[in-house]
């Protein structure tokens, strides 16, 4: 709300007294400046040096003022540059993370297609195996055969070596009586 004095006041400090608050106290105020020239055009009387000091002071509040958003928009522009940095470090971390992650899937693949061949060539030296051992059966099977074979021969060699020298002995004693 915005309050007029009645009259205009020559003046070098001004103080306000807020009488009533919301929470807490604390106030705003904007003091409107007239010029020394400005004043007389206007029957005033013309600006003693308390108010060239207020005026001063104003000034020097502007220029504070000034000074200060530069300030906060330095600081604000060094802000947005910080978070381009960041975003821009943040997609180099990502693109990183993408490419090993990649390598780790391609090296996978690999390591998965070596198990599968692996696991190929184990159940080839399987099959083999078995292939094998059913021939390693019949070989034995055959040699015992074999081996009974000759087992049976060897007693039928026997047996006739045996009549052999039984038919000699007749033989030697047939032709002794004679």
């Known amino acids: 709300r915005y309050v007029a004095l009645p009259r205009s006041v020559v003046a070098s400090c001004l103080r306000l007294h ?6 807490r106290p604390g106030l705003r105020c904007e003091v409107h400046l007239v010029a020394a020239s400005e004043a007389s055009s206007g029957g005033q009387p013309p600006a003693s040096g308390g108010a060239l000091r207020l005026v001063g002071a104003a000034e ?3 220029r504070a003022a000034s000074a200060l958003k530069e300030a906060l928009e330095e600081r604000l522009r060094a802000q947005s540059r910080r978070e381009v ?3 821009e470090q943040a997609e180099q971390v990502r693109g990183d993370l993408e ?38 059966k019949l070989a034995d099977a055959d040699r015992a055969a074999a081996s009974e074979a000759r087992a049976g021969e060897e007693a039928r060699a026997a047996e006739k070596d045996k009549e052999w020298q039984e038919l000699q002995a007749a033989a030697a004693d047939l032709t002794e009586q004679q």
């Open 85 to 87: 940095e960041h975003k």
């Open 18 to 23: 807020p009488v009533e608050w919301h929470r």
């Open 99 to 136: 490419r090993r992650l990649q390598e780790a899937l391609a090296r996978a693949e690999a390591s998965e297609a070596r198990a599968s061949a692996a696991e190929a060539e184990l159940l080839s030296v399987r099959a083999e195996v078995e292939h094998l051992s059913a021939a390693a």
């Open 60 to 62: 020097l509040a502007g």
